[in-house]
């Protein structure tokens, strides 16, 4: 069974512009988290999305948006990019919820540099 | 807000010393969940703790829920190369509607 796969690897963007990265689900997954990931700050959680709701959002302006397609696919956008924006990006999977005790399962993550 | 506090942030051990990494929350967690990031890698999940003073083992690594279920650690007996990277632990937040996330324990390892 494939893994969790995040596109693209790797972005630069200027300061002001907008990202979206995308993310598919292993299949038959339903439900998927976005973090962010910087050094000292560890995994920040940005949003869930299970069954194209969204569940849950963390404590991110609202230039960080994301959705969730009828096949499970995600995408995160970020808008007006700023500096602090850099980072890794990942994107998680797991057949339900983790209230229910199901461990997520990890892409390789989007690299995101601001300049 | 819920936080849960991991230590210590680095450890840097010879091969075949102990290990230990512990996670500590000011508020009875319902479960607690482990993963490894390698370096340059993404998590991976190792375990998930349920139940009250819960022991589990997964080969050198073991994993405990306190009693209290409000702190949890993970030893790791004699270390190998194979064993570098960060450990994080991971538990619902209070309203079981967010998975709040240790700093991580960062590990190396002297061959």
């Known amino acids: 069974k494939a893994g969790v796969t995040q596109t693209p690897r790797y972005l630069i963007k200027t300061r002001g512009q907008q990202v979206t990265l995308s993310c598919s689900p292993i299949s038959g997954h339903r439900s998927v988290s976005w973090y962010q990931q910087t050094p000292g700050q560890g995994l920040q959680f940005l949003f869930e999305y299970f069954s194209e709701t969204q569940r849950n959002k963390g404590n991110f302006p609202g230039r960080f948006s994301g959705r969730q397609f009828s096949n499970s696919r995600s995408e995160m956008n970020v808008s007006t990019l700023e500096l602090g924006d850099s980072a890794l990006y990942l994107c998680?999977?797991?057949?339900?919820?983790?209230?229910?005790?199901?461990?997520?399962?990890f892409g390789p993550g989007t690299r995101l540099t601001v300049t | 807000g819920q936080q849960v506090m991991q230590i210590p942030q680095y450890q840097h051990v010879q091969e075949g010393e102990d290990f230990t990494t512990y996670c500590n929350s000011s508020t009875t967690l319902s479960n607690i969940q482990w993963y490894k990031q390698r370096p340059g890698g993404h998590p991976v999940f190792l375990i998930q703790?349920?139940?009250s003073g819960e022991v589990k083992k997964q080969k050198r690594l073991t994993f405990q829920f306190g009693e209290a279920k409000k702190n949890s650690s993970l030893h790791i007996t004699a270390t190998q190369t194979t064993d570098v990277g960060t450990y994080f632990c991971a538990a619902p937040a209070g309203n079981n509607r967010k998975l709040i996330w240790g700093l991580g324990t960062s590990l190396a390892v002297n061959p």
């Open positions: 998680a999977s797991s057949l339900g919820t983790w209230e229910e005790g199901y461990e997520q399962y």
């Open positions: 703790l349920v139940k």
